[in-house]
């Protein structure tokens, strides 16, 4: 996807995360995030267009995604041991990270 469909995929999966009980569908959507956030890191985003793959904002964007990804797989890591309430608590901090980022990138 682009990086707008990615965006979507991530805030369909985030707001699933946020409000289901139910551990399959988290996961599910955990997974989907996953996908989408590995495909976001390979993108250029609109405002560092014409930036070198290797220059300091690129890497910059990269490691917001890998980070991303980090508490990814805690969330999962915390469903797939039913601790639902914890990996809601990494969901706050996801919502976090996005929000930094979107100051830094949109
Ligand atoms: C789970 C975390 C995140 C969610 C739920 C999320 C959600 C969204 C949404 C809903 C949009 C608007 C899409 C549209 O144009 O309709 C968007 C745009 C954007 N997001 Fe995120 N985002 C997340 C994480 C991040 C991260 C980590 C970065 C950067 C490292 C980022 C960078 C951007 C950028 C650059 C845009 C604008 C895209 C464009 O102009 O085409 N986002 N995001």
Redesign the pocket.
Known sequence: AD??GD??S??D??STVTSSNNNQAMQQALTD?RHAAED?KTAT???LAGSAPQSPAMQG?RS??DQ?LGKISQADQLVKQGKLTEAKQVAQQ??V??NE??R???
């Open positions: 990086l707008e965006m979507m991530l805030s999966g985030l995030m976001a985003p609109p405002s964007w917001a995604f991303l996801i919502a990270l996005r980022n979107h830094k990138y949109r």
